[in-house]
């Protein structure tokens, strides 16, 4: 799985920082054009990473690959609140339904949706499993800005 997952989450990324260098508004949240790609080498490791030049951020996202266990996409949203110690934002990436059938990406969501984790700086994206081409939809985005002291 390693080849294609990481095939697969640049795909995703790729979509996702040309949208919002392009200034698309549907998927945009709070960041500028200024976007680019960076790297993180260092544990935890997240899938793509992105700095805002003009915010002076990065964003880390990671992504999930099709035809995985629930237990999976939510060990995925785990990932991505850990990237929250090194990164302002983070982001999820995964497909629209797990291995079973289950609508994941709508469950965490609604989990992220819920009045505790209204200010957790992740993104929520999806993904058709069967199109993954036809690229990524928001279903959660980022609109506040935290603030750069309290990150390490």
Same mark, same amino acid.
């Given at each position: ?50 700095? @805002? ?6 964003? &880390?996202? =990671? /992504? $999930? ?7 999976? +996409? ?12 090194k990164h302002l934002y ?15 990406? @709508? ?6 949706? &819920?009045? =505790? /984790? $209204?200010?957790?700086?992740i993104s929520l994206y999806? +993904? ?25």
């Amino acid at each position: 799985m390693g080849i294609l997952h990481d095939n697969l989450a640049t795909a995703c990324g790729d979509d996702i920082l040309r949208r919002i260098r392009t200034g698309d508004s549907s998927i945009s949240q709070i960041f500028s054009t200024k976007m680019v790609r960076s790297a993180d080498w260092d544990w935890p490791r997240p899938d793509y990473v992105c700095i @805002d030049e003009e915010l002076k951020c990065s964003y &880390a996202l =990671e /992504f $999930k690959p099709p035809l995985q266990s629930k237990r999976e +996409y939510l060990t995925g949203l785990g990932q991505a609140l850990s990237y929250l110690q090194k990164h302002l934002y983070s982001g999820l990436i995964v497909p629209t339904v797990a291995d079973d059938g289950f609508y994941i990406a @709508d469950f965490i969501a609604n989990t992220l949706n &819920a009045d =505790e /984790f $209204k200010k957790v700086a992740i993104s929520l994206y999806s +993904y058709n499993p069967l199109d993954i081409g036809s690229g990524v939809t928001l279903l959660r985005g980022i609109d506040e800005k935290r603030d750069a002291t309290k990150v390490k």
